[in-house]
């Protein structure tokens, strides 16, 4: 099971962290991703983060603002998000799957969460 908290209402350039706490299974086995979805609009990939934390992807449209890390310790995945933008408005969602490429492609993505809101205004 995943679950998203850290979603709210922001003003453009603020920042905000999510963060994705699992459980129920192996977590350090499992890459982890970052996905958002606007309503009418496809779900769209952020970011993933490998099993062990030392490699990360990033779509074109966060990079250099939003980070994304992990602590197999605490089982939960991270995103920073820093200089939020209007388009950023969105649900949040994390994924974990058994490699970060699959992540990257949407495939054969092993569980969902439901999501955080995440609202920018300008």
Do not use: H
Request: charged share 20%; hydrophobic share 35%.
């Amino acid at each position: 099971q995943l679950v998203e908290s850290g979603g709210g209402l922001v003003q453009a350039g603020d920042s905000l962290r999510l963060s994705c706490a699992a459980s129920g299974r192996t977590f350090s086995s499992y890459a982890m991703g970052w996905f958002r979805q606007i309503i009418g609009k496809e779900r769209e990939f952020v970011a993933t983060i490998n099993w062990s934390g030392d490699r990360t992807y990033y779509a074109d449209s966060v990079k250099g603002r939003f980070t994304i890390s992990r602590d197999n310790a605490k089982n939960t995945v991270y995103l920073q998000m820093n200089s939020l933008k209007p388009e950023d408005t969105a649900v949040y969602s994390c994924a974990a799957a058994a490699a970060w490429l699959q992540l990257t492609k949407e495939i054969n993505i092993d569980s969902w969460g439901r999501g955080t809101q995440v609202t920018v205004s300008s």
